[in-house]
């Protein structure tokens, strides 16, 4: 979640899926009130991956599904997220979707999941795998 010694944001990335596209066809152009930041992708493609706000709120798109899980799941919209904190801040997963997409989110946003709607559509845009929250 470190920013890179330019103002863009340094995000490692999964290699590109095609299965992506009509995902980040519908990513955010605000999350919360912060706005979209420039980013370095390593390792994948750059249009997978977007950067909001200062720390930076990140998106990718291409991440192995998820299989069954006890962490904690939430349905957001209709959309499902396996929860995952970290030790500075909180990694979002999409459940019953494939590939997947992964929101990492700082602790400066808490309450982390408040920012998850903004992902909704760009999650439901993704090919589900039957899976859900229970």
């Known amino acids: 979640m470190l920013s890179g010694c330019s103002n863009a944001v340094d995000v490692t990335a999964p ?16 999350v919360g009130a912060q706005t979209l ?3 370095s992708a390593n ?6 991956a977007r950067a909001w706000g200062d720390p930076a709120v990140i998106a ?13 799941c939430l349905d957001v919209d209709g959309a499902y997220w396996v929860v995952e904190p ?4 909180v990694k979002f997963t999409t459940f019953g ?7 990492l989110v700082p602790d400066a946003y808490k ?10 559509a760009a999650a ?4 589900t795998n039957g899976r859900t929250c229970k």
């Open 124 to 127: 439901k845009a993704l090919p």
């Open 43 to 48: 390792g994948g493609a750059v249009s997978d």
């Open 86 to 89: 970290l030790s500075d801040g």
């Open 37 to 39: 930041r420039d980013i």
């Open 111 to 120: 309450p982390e999941p408040l920012l998850l709607p903004a992902f909704g």
């Open 97 to 103: 979707r494939e590939p997947a997409i992964q929101v």
């Open 15 to 30: 290699p590109h899926s095609a299965a992506c596209e009509p995902a980040t066809a519908h990513w955010p152009a605000k």
């Open 60 to 72: 990718t798109c291409g991440w192995p599904a998820p299989g069954p899980t006890d962490k904690e």
